[in-house]
Nanobody, 120 residues
Framework: QVQLVESGGGLVQPGGSLRLSCAASGFTFNSYAMSWYRQAPKKERELVATITTTGGSTNYADSVKGRFTISRDNAKNTVYLQMSSLKPADTAVYYC?????????????WGQGTQVTVSS
């Protein structure tokens, strides 16, 4: 059974930091690129950051560059999102995603999400 379980969300003041974790099970973690998405109220889900299977390459949305860092530990089947200098605009539900291309298309899995609220 595939599972992606996010944790680490919560309420933080502007300028603060949080680290999100996503624990994966039920699939070959190191064969999947991992991403964090977020969805704010009344907005579409947006891609925040992506990391390749080995962790050798990362990409970020312009809105979080220089403030967020994605990383992974393949030995622990876990991907992280370190968030700093948080702004109220970062308030959203954050989702973990696993993605892999196949010969016939692709496979992707989603977690249930964790709420991040940035407010004073």
């Amino acid at each position: 059974q595939v599972q992606l379980v996010e944790s680490g969300g919560g309420l933080v003041q502007p300028g603060g930091s949080l680290r999100l974790s996503c624990a994966a099970s039920g699939f070959t973690f190191n064969s999947y690129a991992m991403s964090w998405y977020r969805q704010a109220p009344k907005k579409e889900r947006e891609l925040v950051a992506t990391i390749t299977t080995t962790g050798g390459s990362t990409n970020y949305a312009d809105s979080v560059k220089g403030r967020f860092t994605i990383s992974r530990d393949n030995a622990k089947n876990t991907v992280y999102l370190q968030m700093s200098s948080l702004k109220p605009a970062d308030t959203a539900v954050y989702y973990c995603n696993a993605f892999r291309r196949t010969s016939w298309g692709h496979l992707d899995y989603w977690g249930q999400g964790t709420q991040v609220t940035v407010s004073s």
